[in-house]
């Protein structure tokens, strides 16, 4: 399947600094869009459905799964995510630029769907720190933590199927690799239409 936008994919294990760092790159990036997944789990604290995730039951997830309304779904820490063809389809085909902040059983699925899909995996800068980061953060309980903690080891085992890695230790500088990413990837799309207007585009210069 091609569209013409750029599709950036976001993997790490849980607490690695995903979703802040998405978010940060979101507040710089006017052009970026997140796609918001839909998610068998309960709502966490402030969460609101069609914000951070749809919320919907374990049976409405699987009549979607079987309407094929997923481009790729799968099962994390127990719940089921996907990310549905409706929230992202309409931007790509307008050539928008889309993130989805997946898991990386999700991400392996789009690269096999979008072959030009940038994917990029976040590692956290030890294990010591990894738990200290979902414990700081204060919504998890322990025994999710050491399931968490289990579940990383296999998740950072495939980060060599990426694209990228990029190491999360100082905030700002991972934020900056990400920036980094997304710019190359502009400038590279649009040099492959061999237009100047596109490439000057890319490079934020119109
Ligand atoms: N495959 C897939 N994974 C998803 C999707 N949405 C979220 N995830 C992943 O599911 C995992 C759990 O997410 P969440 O419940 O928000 O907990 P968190 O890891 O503590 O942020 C994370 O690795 C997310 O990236 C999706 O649409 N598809
Ligand atoms: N570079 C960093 N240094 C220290 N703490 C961080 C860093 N990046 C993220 N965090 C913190 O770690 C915790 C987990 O980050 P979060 O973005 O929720 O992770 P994820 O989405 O990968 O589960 C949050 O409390 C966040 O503020």
Redesign the pocket.
């Known amino acids: 399947m091609e569209y013409p936008g750029n599709l950036f994919v976001?993997?790490?294990?849980?607490?690695a600094g995903?979703?802040s760092l998405v978010k940060a790159l979101l507040e710089l990036d006017a052009k970026l869009a997140v796609?918001i997944?839909?998610?068998s789990?309960a709502p966490?604290g402030q969460e609101q459905h069609g914000r951070?995730?749809w919320f919907i039951s374990p049976e409405e997830f699987r009549s979607k799964v079987e309407r094929g309304e997923?481009f790729?779904?799968?099962e994390?820490?127990g719940?089921l995510?996907?990310?549905s063809r409706a929230s992202i389809e309409e931007r790509m085909k307008q050539g928008e630029d889309v993130v989805?902040?997946?898991?990386?059983?999700?991400?392996l699925?789009i690269k096999q769907l979008f072959p030009y899909a940038v994917l990029v995996f976040i590692l956290p800068p030890s294990w010591d720190e990894l738990r200290q980061r979902?414990t700081r953060?204060g919504?998890?309980a322990e025994e999710v933590i050491e399931r968490?903690m289990a579940n990383a080891r296999i998740?950072v085992a495939q980060a060599h199927r990426f694209d990228f890695v990029v190491v999360n230790a100082v905030f700002e500088t991972a934020l900056f690799d990400l920036k980094a990413i997304v710019h190359a990837q502009r400038l590279k799309y649009a040099s492959q239409r061999r237009s100047k207007s596109t490439v000057f585009k890319a490079l934020d210069l119109p």
Not at 101 to 107: W, Y
């Open positions: 976001v993997a790490a294990p849980s607490g995903k979703s796609s997944s839909h998610t789990r966490r951070e995730y997923f790729e779904w799968a994390v820490h719940n995510y996907g990310t989805l902040e997946i898991d990386f059983q999700g991400a699925q979902l953060r919504d998890t968490r998740e």
